[in-house]
């Protein structure tokens, strides 16, 4: 396989929760593909594109939690990919990985771990859904892992979630 280019996720936003020195950061961002970003005429996401946006991701040991999920319409948000997500049927992409069969088997070495919590844009977020993601961040960080939590278009629903667990921003030393 060829080298890619590290591509750097489209709004990449740091945040911190707690005070200093005992405060633990996570980060922000748009899916892949999202804005400024080639795709094809027919609104897919190839497979190289996603490999680079995995490739500059920030940190080590990375957990990617998506809130991707579908859109007003019902149209899944993992549509634009050769594999599928949570809010999917496996049955229904006989074939197909999943986001995380998809990241295991492109970037074994980065050991990768997704935690899907399936939403819908525009809407608002069930409670019971922001206390099961901001519960995954703090297991995810507790275990030195570098969080990643994303969205459509990485400000909306990330930032229900950043409000919810009352960080702030704090995206000066951005990789």
Sequence with gaps: MKALKPLKPYMLRRWRTGDPPNCHYFFTCARPGRRG????????????????????LPGPRTSIVSLLGCKL?????FSFYSFYGGFDLPAEHPGRLSFQEWLTRWHRDQSIVVREHPTCDFKPIRPETLDAVASDIRRLQSAGRTVILIDSGGQTRTGVVCNHMRAAEDSSQLP
């Design 73 to 77: 319409d019902g149209l899944s948000e």
């Design 37 to 56: 970003y080639s795709v094809s005429r027919h609104g897919t996401v190839s497979d190289d594109l996603v490999r680079r946006w995995v490739l500059g």
